[in-house]
């Protein structure tokens, strides 16, 4: 007789549930985790090794378990980057923007509360707010995979959510949220009772727009997630932070494992901050090539939504999975997110960029003739 999941005691929210992934197949072009195409470059690779070897003296003893010189040098970034003041209070960091969702859903939602996303988003916000027993609410979004206002606001109301997520660029439809619409659902969040608003800002370096965080100012229930596994080329790092009141930041550490963020950790992220200009100019160059995969997609006749991400989200197709498929018989990987019509492809370097432009304009021909 077999034993799986279903027969252990397991939480009822987590039966019949799939852990989050993406497959990753030996193909050679992989466009299908919205990862940076550009590996670190060797002046960075010798900087992290030296800051390593450093580290390594002391990994006899515990890690700086409050990162303050990580945090200090976040804090510089983003009020570099965003021109607005944040200080080493203001921040904190986890291993990876996943454990800061966890550690923030930990702190204000759990059992007997629940949290709002607006979906089709980021699936690990529902799939963390199960993990930590907090309840979830859909929320609605447009045809055009917008936020509806109206309808945002009347289920904030309804269901007097204790978190709200706010997702921006969104992931997987790429479109960024005004920052009056934010404002907006801050607003009724605090209408129908204090909520903590989240802003999820994981690809916020790749946008044509401006970061929310100067929207903290005066709200000390809104915050502003980052990681660094997009803009900086360090998805293997595991590195997220937040940016908040400082009261925030006092809160989620009740929450925090004990010295959670490794010494080996702490000095590779510092290594990457002092490479900022260097990385950024990577971000540049995938802005560039985003531009350019979504011109060309609309010119060979498909649709898609507005990005301000690394990624885009294109269609329309009668079966998305078949024209994943499609595209993988091409020995281009995308992402197939669920979403029913639409498949999501991450910017890559330009060659990379231009087997999947082949790929999915012999798809197209393919669907003319078969139509």
Avoid: C
Avoid at 139 to 162: M, N, S, V, W, Y
Avoid at 196 to 223: C, K, Q, T, W
Avoid at 225 to 252: E, I, N
């Amino acid at each position: 007789m077999s034993f799986g999941i279903d027969d252990l005691p397991v939480r009822d929210e987590l039966r019949g549930k799939t852990p989050y992934g993406a497959p990753q197949l030996d193909v050679p072009v992989r466009l299908n985790t919205n990862e940076n195409p550009y590996p670190l470059p060797e002046p960075l690779v010798e900087r992290i090794a030296e800051r390593v070897r450093d580290s390594a003296r002391n990994l006899n003893r515990y890690p700086d378990r409050d990162a303050v010189e990580l945090r200090t040098e976040l804090a510089r970034y983003l009020t570099k980057s965003s021109g607005h003041p944040v200080g080493v209070d203001n921040v904190w960091a986890a291993n990876g923007s996943n454990e800061v969702i966890q550690q923030l859903l930990q702190t204000f939602g759990g059992p007997g509360r629940t949290a709002i996303g607006f979906e089709p988003s980021y699936s690990m916000h529902a799939l963390i707010a199960r993990s930590t027993g907090t309840g979830w609410i859909s929320g609605p979004r447009g045809e055009d995979f917008t936020i509806d206002l109206a309808a945002a606001e009347k289920a904030i109301a309804e269901h007097r959510p204790d978190v709200v997520f706010v997702t921006t660029p969104n992931n997987p439809t790429g479109n960024a949220v005004p920052r009056e619409t934010v404002l907006a659902l801050y607003e009724a969040a605090q209408a129908a009772k204090p909520s903590m608003v989240i802003v999820d800002e994981a690809y916020v370096e790749f946008s044509h727009g401006a970061s929310l965080l100067p929207l903290l100012e005066g709200r000390p229930n809104l915050v502003v997630s980052r990681t660094m596994s997009k803009a900086f080329g360090a998805a293997g790092l595991r590195l997220g932070y937040l940016a908040a009141h400082p009261a925030v930041v006092d809160a989620v550490q009740l929450v925090r494992l004990p010295y959670h963020l490794s010494a080996i950790t702490q000095a590779t992220a510092l290594a990457a901050l002092e490479h900022t200009d260097t990385l950024l100019g990577y971000v540049e160059q995938l802005k560039s090539e985003r531009d350019r995969l979504v011109a060309e997609l609309r010119a060979t006749g498909y649709e898609v939504t507005a990005s301000d991400a690394n990624f885009i989200q294109f269609g329309r197709f009668e079966d998305s999975h078949t024209a994943w498929q499609r595209i993988l018989d091409r020995g281009v990987l995308v992402r197939d997110n669920g979403v029913p019509g639409w498949l999501r492809v991450t910017a890559g370097t330009p060659a990379e960029n231009d087997a999947f432009l082949d790929a999915v304009r012999e798809l197209k021909k393919e669907q003319e003739q078969s139509g």
